[in-house]
């Protein structure tokens, strides 16, 4: 029974339970106390594929599903679903080192976590049992969790989106999402006050006994959930064996990885492959102006008391990361009752202030930058300029922060790419292309025969495709819809016989 939550509850549940709920009973977030038991360097290195490293990996953190659950999950996940045979493949530009992330199906990271969670998120359901899975999105997570639970058998995928806080194309490609079982939501709010009300949600003990009648449950499939974040860890260690293999590192050396950060997520799952074994001297965690975080890796004092901004990279503008708790967990020694005190702070003041010894413990494997929207306007005109290589917002916050902070790195680093350029067309013309003019659509096409980058092929019709129109909420008023789309979830798959 590997999982236990960051606020105390000792309760330990298998890795099924674990992403079954989602988040713990009581409110926290569920952690393997043991994880850096697991050295999977060697093993890593050894491993003959992308697939078999994720192997690797789930089997270590996800105990209780048999060998053939896992390869089954992985064999559907990571396949011809991917237009890379690497899925996670790192580009070498001069001295540039671009872990490529938006090779799958919806052209953003989200794509490596929820083409496997639909598959050991069914696993894990007894037989007549229903989920209903709920996302809230900053814009990427939100396509990604609709292409992956699409028709998926006793589930029903839900996502809250912010009205007019993401790009027109990633709106656009929720919109028209295929399944019977999928459903879109427009919040008035901002990612925050979504994320906010689905953990409320899944912490709701009355609507939990309702659904248990009818044999349903809800879930997250954020990276609050463990089973988004596990498959995250593969692709640092195939990034670094990938350098391996052509000569750029040798095996065993430190490294650094750049990670555009909002949710604390992905770069969440960089450490966990750092406590595994890879062998990582820094991660630099990069922000746009919505710098939460990234001041908090700088001082100590976490303070959301500020304007929320909307920015060119709006995937990252949440203020609340979430995943920060894990990482507060890991670095306190499992002092869940700091965790517990520090997320009341949050939570009541929305500020909180660690001591000097946890900031130096944070700041020996993190290092951090923001970019504010010139910035990353600025970054992204420079790496096609000097580089030929075109990247997205949110990269370009990476790329700025890489190099605002190079004085303090030393050794090679790995910049993750988190989204393909094509996503953000409007942003990504104006730093490179300002001549360039129509809707988001029309820079796409414009922009690709500009710069002789392909876009991707899922994104260059959406505006043909028929569109839904999303049902519009306030947060306060997910919770009643919610209960509502689970309860309608099981009569339907009752109906169908799914
Ligand atoms: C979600 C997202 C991020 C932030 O990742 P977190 O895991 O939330 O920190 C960065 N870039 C893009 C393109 C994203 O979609």
């Known amino acids: 029974m590997p999982y236990i939550s960051t606020r105390g509850d000792h309760n330990a549940v298998n890795a099924k339970t674990a992403i079954k709920r989602g988040t713990a009973p009581d409110g926290g977030l569920y952690v393997d106390p043991n994880i850096s038991q697991h050295q999977l360097f060697a093993p890593m290195m050894a491993a003959t594929s992308y697939q078999a490293m994720a192997r690797i990996v789930l089997a270590a953190l996800l105990p209780d599903y048999t060998a053939d659950e896992l390869s089954a999950a992985v064999s559907a996940a990571y396949s011809n679903t991917f237009d890379d045979p690497a899925i996670t493949p790192v580009r070498d530009v001069d001295d540039l080192h671009i872990l490529e992330l938006f090779h799958g199906p919806t052209s953003a990271f989200k794509d490596i976590g929820l083409q496997l969670l639909p598959h050991i998120m069914a696993q894990a359901l007894n037989p007549q049992e229903d989920v209903l899975v709920l996302a809230a999105t900053s814009g990427d997570t939100g396509k990604a969790a609709l292409a992956g639970f699409q028709d998926v ?138 710098s939460v ?57 929305g500020a909180y202030t660690v001591s000097p010894e946890l900031l130096a413990s944070l700041q020996n494997d993190f290092v951090a930058a923001s970019a504010d929207d010139e910035a990353v306007e600025d970054a992204i005109r420079d790496a096609y300029q000097q580089h030929g290589y075109l990247m997205d917002p949110h990269t370009a916050a990476g790329y700025a922060a890489q190099q605002s902070l190079a004085g303090n790195l030393s050794g090679v680093t ?59 909420l306030t947060p306060d008023a997910m919770p009643a819809f919610v209960e509502q789309q689970a309860l309608q979830n099981k009569h339907q798959s009752q109906e169908v016989g799914l």
Do not use: W
């Open 153 to 290: 058998p006793h589930t029903r995928i839900t996502t809250f989106y912010p009205d007019g806080g993401v790009s027109p194309i990633q709106e656009r490609q929720m919109l028209t999402a295929g399944g019977l079982n999928t459903t879109v939501a427009a919040i008035q709010g901002n990612f925050d006050d979504a994320q906010t009300a689905v953990k409320q949600i899944l912490n709701d003990r009355q609507l939990a006994a309702t659904l248990r009648q009818s044999d349903s449950s809800v879930t997250a499939a954020n990276s609050i959930n463990v089973g988004r974040l596990i498959p995250q860890v593969v692709y640092y260690f195939a990034a670094y064996r990938q350098l391996v293999d052509r000569d750029a590192i040798r095996a065993g050396e430190l490294i650094n990885f750049t990670v555009p950060t909002g949710n604390f997520g992905d770069v969440l799952a960089g450490y966990y492959a750092k406590m595994m074994g890879l062998p990582v001297a820094k991660f630099v965690v990069a922000t746009n102006a919505n």
């Open 293 to 349: 975080v990234a001041d908090f890796l700088q001082t100590g004092r976490y303070d959301r008391n500020r304007p929320f901004l909307k920015t060119v990279a709006p995937s990252m503008d949440i203020q609340v990361s979430s995943n920060l708790e894990r990482l507060l967990y890991y670095k306190s020694g499992g002092d869940t009752d700091l965790v517990t005190r520090l997320m009341a702070n949050l939570d009541r003041d």
């Open 414 to 472: 790995v910049l993750l790419s988190t989204a393909s350029p094509y996503k953000f067309p409007r942003a990504v013309a104006a730093a490179v292309a300002p001549e360039l003019h129509g809707d988001d659509f029309d820079l796409m096409r414009q922009l690709a025969a500009k710069t002789g980058v392909p876009n991707p092929n899922n994104l260059g019709h959406l505006d043909r495709l028929p569109a839904r129109v999303p049902v519009r």
